[in-house]
């Protein structure tokens, strides 16, 4: 339901919470999933997006929402250089019109990422962050937030809490061959992960063979000459999956658990709840999320979160990093269950995916291809595809998300979904995307 008051939706994808500056042209790509951020939006709300939303998708939200889109703004920042999405706003002269948008009374910025730019753009503002009661408490969280977006921050905090964690190291740059073939003495396998990165962005798999005869290891260049990255034994993985929580300064609650899919650790999609396969770790998911959640309320954090883990082939659970900011999942597990309140579907199975088509397609073609299937969402049924992050410039790479009473149904939808949309068998490189 609504929150009786405007709130800013600032989908802040340009931001050093997660990722580098550095990285401008993977931030750039990233954001082009800024225009999910639709689905959340109530009458008087206002989206700030780094990228255009097409007409089309906005009336296919409004159609199943029920939010004329008159009632909603949507201001698409000009596309420029690397910068955070606050300085883009300032740089395309779009703050006054911001700041007459959010003047009534109780007005809040929502960001996706909580980053020092978004503190700082508030008070130019005079808006509160949301969920916190003033822009001081939401700057007190920001040390915490920054730290657990790493992963040698995580590193730290999980081993104090005593989550399982695979063997590792944490190191500088320079330092990072030595500690791999130092590894490499006592595990087949190590990945190497940059400190601040997302949707494995940047990390690498090295194996034992691979640095014999003198070969060198060669890493991407993020964070610098002297930046941290980490050093661990890699697990054999039988599935990775995740938990997602929100905390307030009282209470911390589970939202909801799933499987991720990724290719060479980078976010393929995810569906939800976790399947027969590796559900018998949902306790120790929860027990890690809650405990998670009480260290970042202690700090002064207040908002979603998530636990990412591996589950190994002798089937136990290793946390793999924390995500302290909105992530892919986030949005469209609030649409889901937005979307099903009035419907006969309790506690819904649902799945988000990107599929490649054979040839490309826009929007209306798309969804014109879902009715003729009989696979678009049906609101009464509370089943079926939703096509919720617009047409892809390619008009190829198309998200979407499968709705069902149940992991059946929604495996079913998905295989039908691949026949009607002509996906391609295997998705490209492209195709992935940040857990974020």
């Known amino acids: 339901m609504n929150k009786g008051s405007t709130l800013i939706y600032f989908a802040n994808f340009l931001s050093d919470l997660a990722v580098d500056l550095d990285e401008g042209e993977v931030l750039a790509q990233w954001a082009q999933q800024a225009p999910r951020k639709a689905w959340l939006l109530w009458p008087g709300d206002v989206l700030v997006s780094p990228v255009p939303l097409g007409k089309e998708f ?19 920042v000009p596309p420029g250089d690397a910068v955070p999405l606050a300085q883009a706003v300032r740089q395309a002269g779009l703050t006054d019109r911001l700041r007459a948008l959010a003047g009534e009374p109780g007005a809040a910025l929502l960001p996706t990422a909580l980053d020092a730019s978004v503190i700082g753009f508030a008070r130019d503002l005079g808006l509160t962050v949301h969920p916190y009661p003033t822009v001081d408490d939401a700057a007190a969280a920001l040390k915490m937030t920054m730290l657990l977006n790493t992963k040698a921050g995580f590193r730290e905090v999980a081993e104090r809490l005593g989550m399982r964690l695979p063997a590792g190291q944490v190191c500088r740059c320079p330092d990072v061959d030595g500690v791999v073939r130092e590894f490499l003495g006592q595990y087949e396998r190590v990945v190497i992960k940059p400190d601040r990165s997302a949707g494995g962005h940047g990390m690498r798999f090295v194996a034992r063979g691979d640095l014999e005869g003198g070969a060198a290891l060669e890493l991407d260049v993020i964070g610098g000459p002297a930046g941290t990255w980490v050093v661990e034994e890699r697990v054999d993985v039988a599935a990775s999956v995740s938990i997602q929580l929100e905390t307030t300064t009282s209470v911390t609650q589970v939202l909801f658990s799933g499987a991720m899919h990724t290719a060479q650790g980078s976010f393929t999609g995810y569906v939800s709840p976790l399947p027969p396969s590796c559900a018998h770790v949902a306790g120790e998911l929860e027990e890690w999320g809650l405990q998670l959640g009480r260290h970042l309320a202690d700090h002064g954090y207040a908002g979603p979160f998530g636990v990412d883990a591996l ?18 999942t986030t949005t469209p597990h609030m649409m889901v269950t937005r979307l099903t309140a009035g419907s006969a579907v309790n506690r819904p199975a649902w799945s988000v995916s990107k599929g490649y088509t054979r040839r490309p397609f826009n929007f209306e073609q798309a969804l014109a291809r879902l009715r003729e299937h009989r696979l678009a969402f049906d609101p009464t049924r509370g089943e079926g595809v939703i096509l919720y992050a617009d047409a892809p410039s390619d ?34 490189d492209a195709c992935a995307s940040p857990r974020q």
């Open 58 to 76: 906005l009336e296919y939200v409004a159609g199943l929402t029920g939010i004329p889109t008159e009632s909603v703004t949507v201001i698409a």
């Open 395 to 428: 008009g190829r790479s198309w998200r979407y998300a499968v709705i069902s009473a149940d992991a059946d149904g929604v495996g079913e939808c998905d295989d039908r979904l691949s026949q009607a949309m002509e996906f391609e068998s295997t998705c490209p």
């Open 311 to 328: 589950v190994s082939t002798d089937g136990a659970a290793y946390a793999d990093e924390s995500n302290i900011r909105r992530t892919a």
